[in-house]
């Protein structure tokens, strides 16, 4: 039982990875992705930096040491100095380089985390409500909004004694009914709330994350770039209940013309249907 739980959780993770945006094979899958968008980009390059510096920070301090313990070592006939012994231009330097250390990489990522919370300029507005287990998703001003779950061939397969190989499933718990449709070269933001307990919509592709928390209205962005269509797909990634790992987001980005499309043809088979429900009674005057 272990073992193919061990499977499944591996075929989920390599179906993860497998969007246009991580088309990459090999060691490349252990880094973070570029994404689709400007903003992942360059939160990629911030990550990259931080990296390095971190790597030849660790190369000096560990040369420095395993060069003082060959050079000093007590077959060479080093002899401990036991006095205290006080440098004030040392203290300076050791003090002094990790603040430039600091301020090198804080400028960038201050940099980087305006750019987040920029949400001016938007041009689409979409409501995302996380709820157990699933996300419903509302187009502000156009009238359109649908939910959005796990699709039913995962559903049914993900139960004990279904009967069904989830390998033969392709994007096994990683697809769903109805994905949110999205316009290429356009600012979206997102507004982003919880209707019973704390859930995180994210896409690896679109470099960004952001907590739904029930009555609070988070804020975030990404700007698919115009070549990039295609699906993306990503996972609520905040411990929200017993099928947490069962609400997947898959994000299906089109050119503008297409989804324009798609938003009327939407909008006006909501509007019909809503028109085709019986209209609520009202109570008779007294």
């Known amino acids: 039982?272990?073992?193919?739980?061990?499977?499944?959780?591996?075929?989920?993770?390599?179906?993860?990875?497998?969007?246009?945006?991580?088309?990459?094979?090999?060691?490349?899958?252990?880094?973070?992705?570029?994404?689709?968008?400007?903003?992942?980009?360059?939160?990629?390059?911030?990550?990259?930096?931080?990296?390095?510096?971190?790597?030849?920070?660790?190369?000096?301090?560990?040369?420095?040491?395993?060069?003082?313990?060959?050079?000093?070592?007590?077959?060479?006939?080093?002899?401990?100095?036991?006095?205290?012994?006080?440098?004030t231009?040392?203290?300076?330097?050791?003090?002094?380089?990790?603040?430039?250390?600091l301020i090198v990489m804080a400028v960038p990522a201050a940099k980087t985390l305006v750019q987040l919370e920029d949400t001016r300029n938007t041009e689409l507005t979409i409501k995302v409500t996380g709820f157990q287990w699933g996300w419903q998703y509302e187009y502000l001003d156009t009238g359109v909004r649908f939910f959005s779950r796990l699709d039913r061939v995962s559903d049914a397969a993900?139960?004990?004694?279904?009967?069904?190989?989830?390998?033969?499933?392709?994007?096994?718990?990683?697809?769903?009914?109805?994905?949110?449709?999205?316009?290429?070269?356009?600012?979206?933001?997102l507004l982003l709330t919880g209707a019973d307990v704390i859930h995180a919509w994210w896409v690896p592709a679109f470099g960004m994350k952001k907590d739904a928390i029930p009555g609070y209205v988070n804020e975030m962005w990404f700007n698919v770039d115009a070549d990039k269509t295609g699906v993306y797909r990503g996972q609520c990634v905040e411990l929200c209940g017993r099928d947490h790992g069962f609400m997947p987001i898959v994000v299906d980005v089109r050119t503008k013309e297409e989804f324009d499309k798609w938003l009327k043809s939407t909008a006006d088979q909501q509007k019909q249907a809503a028109a085709s429900q019986p209209a609520a009674a009202t109570p008779a005057a007294g």
Not at 28 to 57: D, K, P
Not at 69 to 84: C, E, H, L
Request: proline residues 5%; charged residues 15%; contains cysteine.
């Open 1 to 87: 039982m272990i073992r193919k739980s061990m499977a499944l959780l591996a075929t989920a993770a390599a179906a993860a990875l497998a969007s246009p945006a991580n088309a990459e094979s090999g060691w490349h899958l252990l880094n973070m992705t570029q994404g689709v968008t400007a903003i992942s980009r360059e939160i990629y390059h911030l990550h990259m930096l931080i990296f390095w510096v971190c790597v030849w920070i660790g190369v000096a301090v560990f040369g420095v040491m395993i060069w003082s313990i060959v050079k000093f070592r007590k077959s060479q006939g080093a002899v401990p100095d036991t006095t205290m012994v006080h440098n």
């Open 89 to 101: 231009k040392v203290e300076v330097v050791w003090t002094a380089i990790p603040v430039i250390i």
């Open 158 to 189: 993900r139960h004990m004694g279904s009967g069904v190989d989830p390998t033969t499933i392709e994007h096994y718990l990683l697809n769903v009914d109805k994905p949110l449709i999205v316009p290429s070269g356009t600012k979206v933001r």
